[in-house]
């Protein structure tokens, strides 16, 4: 079985917010739910300046606080490694929204939450994530970590020095791993 | 018969998605409750392109129950080579903004009311003929952004008789584009991927998005290539540059004029280039020893240092080296020196010896489009000039007659001798400087048709608006791109049935045409027209259509050859300039107006792009305006310590004012921008009431704009702007 991840280049990310979109267009969202985010962030001072977007979604951590305080069982971790919300299941009660450090996750006009799914029924399908396929400059990279010839296998393996994690302290064990300069 | 399938068209969508006429108005908002009833319905992907900006990218639409899903870009085109910007992602749905116009419209007593197209093209007729009989064919004039109908656009107005079509050039591109001409001969592109230094000056392909570009760039950045950013704003490519250069707005010229004087003094340039292929060096060697980098150091604010040593190494990889051929910002069409800036660019890349190298500036091989003549004859051209002067000596010598002075269109009205106009694909009301004037001209006009699926500000003030297919509905002529090693034919093909009772650009052109009495130059369908046009690139249509853009030509070759320029060579002096009057070489010309060095609150408006608006066009899109509401995008940025020494705070409401227009917005302070400057993002100020999501949102640049002219392109000048910045 496959075991999802992605890596996000944020040496790369020129805060276009074509992902936004492409992934609004993917699944169904209206103009104001996302499952992508920019924070972007500036550094220097005139005229020794620089600024970077870090994109931000979903994590699908290993160890997702969203699952551990769902009183329902809606928020789930899946075998391969991503983690889904079950709208059916979802009483909208917001433990997941204010247990998530990511702050990623969103009510939706129908009352359950939402956020970033990594267009997994797309995945199945032999797609790649609407956010990785849309990006001019190629900040995104999913695919299958358990399998040592997939792309991004052979990135991480590459880049392993390189690689980090969003608030590592917190032990959530994301499955996104963020390339830094 | 239009009306029928429509109807049912429509009658078929509604029971598709389950939606009642309400939510059908109401569009996306009922986005996923239509994907849950749909989800299990067939995937229909037809290739087409983009119409959210100018590139026009080769996309594929996905369609089910007829109504559009999502795109994705289309990995054989050149130009956007498989991906889509957020532009692109967000326009489609404007297929179902409430805003769009339903019908044909007549302004009667200030209010439109719906009218059939035959009424309409009957009263239009008619006005027409009389403007015509009283004023003569050059009093009417067509005015277009670009899009693919334009050879039919200009043949209609030469069956009228009219020499008077225009672009919107002159806001944007026309100094860049004449100083390449007399440079080199024509436009060049840049070999960006190949490249192992590139120098962008008053460019940003990652925000003013060419999604090629900014692939290309990546890839040369993974090569290892070394990226240099001129810029007064921190832009989005300086974002992947390993230096940005932040240049005092107006003085790009100094900064490059001093890049040759180092490339000329240190003998760096390519000796055996300038030798063979360049005329007027020995005049340049004489000219520039002007111009040593502690003399630019104190007009472009760039340390002498810093130009030494990035002209020392641009020129250490050579040829393989490029600044880019430019776009709007510093040479298109901005200050008053942007045509000797432009010229200084096209020099300063032919020293390094890239013209039509590999990892240079190459000039792609084009594959020009079929006639349609001698099957469909087609009109003798207009006899005279424009009346805007555009290569008339004395007047505007070197602006460009094919584009026109667009911006010159108001003030011909006024002066009576423009009385009637048709704008297609275009907003000048909003997109033109000091829009006072601009809505006077317009206004002034005997008959202003507006082809348009909105009622943008410009349709707003027209006697008729056209609702012209959203470019999802409708097939369109065909069109010859040249991004890339090769060029490429592409086709906009109609995706979905039109939702209401619009017509496609072509259709609207041809049926003016058979009604004003030169039908006989329209006598043919889209699809006999753009095979015509494909014929002579050996490209069937039904194939062209099957997968959206295909390779035509012949493959780019690297060599220099004999160029389009009087002398075949590189002109660096330039004889035909001096036989104008102009200097052959360029010379060091201060912008025509700077900043108050002693007033804290007066500064140079500039303006740019964000990467997910494209001119007013995309402001009234929820999801683009959604965006920029979200990460409060919609700001006046000001450099941190200019707006401290003045007391304004991050987010304070500011009041700014030129001579010619005063306005309010929120600020944000950056350390990444000329502290000379403040920089107003384009796209916003919309100010037709009809346009419900944009309007009232920011300011546009162009309403602190006076109506200005180059004095030799034409051009509008558009960052020669001084306002003062106070606390409102
Ligand atoms: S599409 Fe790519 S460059 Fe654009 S915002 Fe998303 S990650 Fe950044
Ligand atoms: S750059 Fe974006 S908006 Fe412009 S044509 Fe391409 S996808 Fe469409």
């Known amino acids: 079985m496959a075991r999802y991840g992605m890596v996000i280049d944020e040496t790369k990310c020129v805060g276009c917010y074509a992902c936004r979109v492409a992934c609004q267009n993917q699944n169904h969202l209206r103009e104001n739910e996302a499952y992508n985010y920019l924070e972007e962030r500036e550094y220097g001072q005139f005229p020794n300046f620089n600024r970077e977007f870090l994109p931000l979604q979903c994590q699908h951590c290993d160890n997702p606080p969203c699952v551990a305080v769902c009183p329902t069982g809606a928020s789930q971790k899946r075998k391969d490694g991503v983690v889904l919300v079950n709208e059916k299941d979802c009483i909208g009660c917001k433990y997941c929204i204010a247990a998530c450090p990511y702050h990623v996750r969103i009510i939706k006009k129908e009352g359950y939450i939402e956020k970033c799914r990594f267009c997994i029924e797309f995945v199945e399908e032999g797609g790649k994530p609407a956010c990785m396929t849309t990006c001019m400059t190629g900040v995104r990279l999913f695919g299958d970590l358990d399998d040592p010839n997939s792309d991004i296998s052979q990135f991480v393996a590459k880049n392993r020095h390189r690689l980090r994690v969003y608030k590592r302290e917190l032990n959530t064990k994301p499955r996104i791993f963020y390339r830094k300069a | 018969m239009q009306d029928k399938s429509l109807k049912l068209s429509r ?16 569009g996306l908002l009922d986005f996923q409750s239509w994907a849950k009833s749909n989800a299990a319905a067939p995937v229909r992907r037809i290739p087409t392109i983009c119409n959210g900006c100018g590139n026009r990218c080769s996309l594929f639409a996905y369609v089910k129950n007829g109504r559009i899903w999502r795109i994705e870009g289309n990995r054989e085109a050149n130009g956007n080579q498989g991906v889509v910007c957020p532009k692109g992602h967000g326009y489609l749905h404007d297929l179902y903004n409430p805003n769009r116009i339903r019908s044909p419209l007549k302004r009667v007593e200030g209010k439109f009311q719906p009218i059939s197209w035959e009424q309409a093209y009957k009263e239009i007729a008619q006005k027409i003929n009389i403007i015509l009989m009283e004023n003569g064919p050059e009093s009417v004039f067509w005015v277009n952004y670009p899009q693919p109908n334009h050879a039919y656009a200009l043949r209609f107005m030469h069956s009228l008789g009219s020499p008077h079509y225009f672009t919107h050039g002159s806001t944007c591109y026309t100094a860049r584009n004449a100083a390449w001409n007399f440079t080199v001969g024509k436009l060049p ?20 998005i060419d999604l090629g570009q900014v692939r290309d760039i990546v890839k040369a950045k993974e090569r290892g290539a070394k990226i240099i950013v001129v810029d007064p704003r921190h832009n989005e490519t300086a974002i992947l540059a390993d230096e940005w250069l932040p240049i005092k707005p107006g003085t790009d010229l100094a900064f490059l004029l001093a890049m040759i004087n180092v490339m ?28 040593p980098p502690q003399w630019a150091e104190k007009i472009c604010d760039i340390p002498a240092e810093t130009i030494t040593r990035v002209t020392r190494e641009i020129a250490r990889a050579k040829p393989y080296a490029l600044i880019h051929r ?35 500036i190459y000039f792609p091989e084009s594959a020009e489009l079929g006639e349609l003549q001698p099957t469909h004859p087609a009109p003798a051209g207009p006899a005279g000039p424009k009346a ?13 007659y094919g584009d026109g002075i667009s911006h010159a269109i108001p003030e011909l009205a006024l002066r009576g001798v423009l009385k009637c106009g048709f704008v297609y694909h275009h907003n000048p009301l909003r997109t033109n400087p ?5 809505i006077a001209g317009y206004r002034k006009l005997e008959l202003l048709v507006v082809i348009d699926p909105v009622l943008s500000e410009t349709a707003s003030i027209a006697h008729y608006v056209l609702p012209a297919s959203f470019y999802l509905e409708a097939d369109e002529a065909v069109d010859t791109k040249h991004y890339g090693k090769r060029a490429q034919v592409s086709i906009q093909r109609k995706v979905i049935a039109p939702l209401f009772d619009s017509r496609s650009g072509f259709q609207i052109i041809g ?43 012949e493959a780019w070759k690297e060599g220099f050859g004999k160029l389009e320029t009087p002398s075949g060579k590189v002109e660096i002096a330039s004889s035909t300039l001096e036989r104008l009057g102009y200097p052959a070489i360029p010379r060091w010309e201060a912008p025509l107006v700077s900043p108050d060095d002693k007033d804290p609150h007066s500064f140079r408006l500039i303006h740019g792009k964000q990467a997910i608006h494209t001119h007013a066009m995309t402001a009234n899109q929820p999801y683009l305006m959604a965006i920029s509401r979200r990460y409060d995008m919609i700001r006046l940025l000001i450099n941190r310590k200019r707006a401290e020494k003045i007391g304004l705070k991050d987010g304070d409401v500011v009041k700014i004012k030129s001579l010619v227009g005063e306005g309010e917005i929120r600020v944000k302070l950056t350390e990444g921008l000329h502290p000379s400057c403040v920089w107003l993002p384009s796209g916003y100020g919309i100010f037709s009431k009809h346009l419900t999501t944009a309007y009232d949102q920011g300011l546009s640049y162009n309403d602190f704009l006076p109506t200005l002219f180059d004095p030799t392109v034409g051009h509008a000048m558009s960052s020669e702007v001084i306002v003062q910045v106070k606390k409102a």
């Open chain 2, 189 to 208: 592109s840049n070999d960006l991927a190949n490249s192992r230094f590139i120098m962008t000056i008053g460019r940003n392909p990652a925000g003013g």
């Open chain 2, 11 to 26: 009658r078929s969508f509604l029971r598709g998605s389950a939606l009642t006429a309400g939510a059908l108005s109401l």
């Open chain 2, 264 to 291: 000329v003094g240190e003998t760096l340039y390519d000796k055996e280039f300038v030798a063979n292929n360049t005329v007027g060096f020995q005049q340049l060697e004489d000219e520039i020893i002007n111009y």
């Open chain 2, 326 to 360: 430019g776009y709007h910002g510093a040479i298109g069409a901005q200050y008053l020196n942007s045509f000797q800036t432009a010229r200084a660019l096209a020099i300063a890349n032919s020293l390094l010896g890239n013209i039509n190298r590999k990892g240079g």
């Open chain 2, 434 to 438: 000091n829009p006072q004037r601009v």
């Open chain 2, 388 to 400: 805007d002067g555009t290569g008339i000596p004395g007047r505007y010598p070197l602006g460009s």
């Open chain 2, 511 to 553: 049926d003016l045409a058979k009604h004003l009495g030169i039908g006989k130059y329209f006598n043919f369908t889209l699809d006999e027209a753009n095979e015509l046009r494909l014929k002579p690139l050996g490209v069937a249509l039904k194939d062209l259509k099957a997968k959206g853009i295909l390779p035509v030509g």
